[in-house]
C-alpha cells in the first residue's frame, strides 16, 4: 500500500520569499503524485499533479513541484510567495490499480509574515 | 466547469441519529470515493466505489457507514448511529477513469451533538 510524510507540520516565510514544502512517498511503482491546497473551512483544490513523463510539473497559482524517483520525493516549490498562499498543503500519493484511491499525508500549514 | 457538488454544506444532528452525506459526481466519472478530515487533521480514505460495487474501505469505513449510488447521479454515504467522534468535515470525490485526477467536493461538516 501506498503512502506518503510530510514532516513539516509548520513552515512560516516572509512574503516574497521562496518557498519549499517537502513530501516522501512510498509505494513498489511509479506512483500518481499530487499536491492540494486547503484554505481554512474549505475544500481541497488540486494544484497540480504527476503521473508520467517531465519530471518537473507546472501547476495553478505559480506553484510547481519536481518528482525525484531516487529519493522517492515530490517537493512543492514557488519561488516567491504570497500573503493569500497561508493554507494547508497536502502532498498525495494514488496507486496504479483498478481503485486509484489517493492516501494523504498529513499536511503542512503555511503561514505567511509579512 | 464541471465539479462535484456536495449536499448539505452543514449537518448538525443528535448523537445516535442517522444522517445521510449526498455527492452529484462529475457526470462521466467513473470512480467514487469519500474521505473524512476530522478537525486540524490529515484528510483520511473511507472508501472506494466502482461499478456500482465498494471496490475499497479502510479500518474505519466500519459497519455504520455505507455507500449508495441510488440513481445513477448521486453517491450518497450514510452514517448510521452517530457518535460525537463521527464529527468532521465529508469530502466526496470523483474520477474519470483509472489513472486520472480525483476531483474533490467543497465537503460537508458533520457535527454530531
Known amino acids: 500500500a501506498q503512502s506518503v510524510t510530510q514532516p513539516d507540520i509548520h513552515i512560516t516565510v516572509s512574503e516574497g520569499a521562496s518557498l519549499e514544502l517537502r513530501c516522501n512517498y512510498s509505494?513498489?511503482?511509479?506512483?500518481?503524485l499530487f499536491w492540494y491546497v486547503q484554505s481554512p473551512g474549505q475544500g481541497l483544490q488540486l494544484l497540480l499533479k504527476?503521473?508520467?513523463?517531465?519530471?518537473l510539473v507546472q501547476g495553478i497559482k505559480g506553484f510547481e513541484a519536481e518528482f525525484k524517483r531516487s529519493q522517492s520525493s515530490f517537493n512543492l516549490r514557488k519561488p516567491s510567495v504570497h500573503w493569500s498562499d497561508a493554507a494547508e498543503y497536502f502532498c498525495a500519493v494514488g496507486a496504479r490499480n483498478r481503485d486509484d484511491k489517493i492516501i494523504f499525508g498529513k499536511g503542512t500549514r503555511l503561514h505567511i509574515l509579512p | 466547469e464541471p465539479e462535484v457538488t456536495q449536499t448539505p454544506s452543514h449537518q448538525v444532528t443528535q448523537m445516535g441519529q442517522e444522517v445521510i452525506l449526498r455527492c452529484v459526481p462529475i457526470?462521466?466519472?467513473?470512480?467514487f470515493y469519500w474521505y473524512r478530515q476530522i478537525l486540524g487533521q490529515k484528510v483520511e480514505f473511507l472508501v472506494s466505489f466502482y461499478n456500482n460495487e465498494i471496490s475499497e474501505k479502510s479500518e474505519i469505513f466500519d459497519d455504520q457507514f455505507s455507500v449508495e449510488r441510488p440513481d445513477g447521479s448521486n453517491f450518497t454515504l450514510k452514517i448510521r448511529s452517530t457518535k460525537l467522534e463521527d464529527s468532521a468535515m465529508y469530502f466526496c470525490a470523483s474520477a474519470e477513469r483509472e489513472g486520472t485526477e480525483a476531483f474533490f467536493g467543497q465537503g460537508t461538516r458533520l457535527t454530531v451533538v
Open positions: 457526470s462521466n466519472h467513473l470512480y
Open positions: 509505494y513498489g511503482a511509479t506512483p500518481y
Open positions: 504527476y503521473f508520467s513523463g517531465d519530471t
